[in-house]
């Protein structure tokens, strides 16, 4: 593997006059630029308060990897997200996933926000097949803060329906 990786990188590694870390290595040969630049500088990383009835809150998590994703919708009353946040643990692909999911779902409806697949995600980011499932866990987290907020405005409109009674 690691012949295969030198081989692959060696011309990239040419121009280099001064001994990299292995860290370094894989993140200049290995990951896309886009990966690296979320990994290196994740936008919207944070936390929203989640028992605010216009946030939703995603938990996911890769049982085989020990990737774990939370994602938080903020929603208008016209249904349209103005803000995200994530907090991820896990490593460069699910951290760049969960940076890229969080830019995408902004301003858009929540309807269009459960539309984003992992597949775009991927290849905005040009994951590897090993990787793939990072994008899924972004389009889970998605999907389940989406449904989170959903389930809080039902709760809603039955209060003001016993409320009104």
């Known amino acids: 593997m690691a012949v295969t990786v030198a081989n692959k990188c060696r011309g990239s590694l040419a121009f280099l006059t001064r001994t990299i870390s292995v860290p370094e290595f894989f993140t200049q040969c290995c990951y896309h630029k886009k990966v690296v630049d979320h990994y290196e500088n994740p936008r919207n990383v944070g936390t929203l308060d989640k028992h605010s009835k216009n946030v939703g809150t995603g938990l996911v998590g890769a049982p085989a990897c020990g990737d774990v994703m939370k994602l938080q919708i903020q929603v208008d009353d016209q249904g349209k997200i103005v803000d995200a946040r994530f907090k991820t643990f ?7 996933s969960s940076s890229l999911a969080t830019e995408w779902i902004k301003g858009k409806s929540v309807d ?16 590897p097949p090993v990787k793939l499932h990072c994008s899924m866990l972004a389009e889970d987290a998605i999907k389940a803060a989406v449904a ?15 409320s009104s009674n």
Do not use: F
């Not at 896990?90 to 760049?96: L, N, Q, R």
């Not at 926000?113 to 994951?127: G, H």
């Not at 989170?148 to 016993?162: G, H, I, M, P, S």
């Open 112 to 127: 269009e926000a459960s539309t984003i697949r992992n597949t775009d995600i991927a290849k905005e980011l040009c994951l």
């Open 148 to 162: 989170d907020y959903q389930l809080k405005q039902e709760d809603v409109q039955q209060e003001a329906v016993q």
């Open 90 to 96: 896990g490593c460069g692909s699910a951290i760049a």
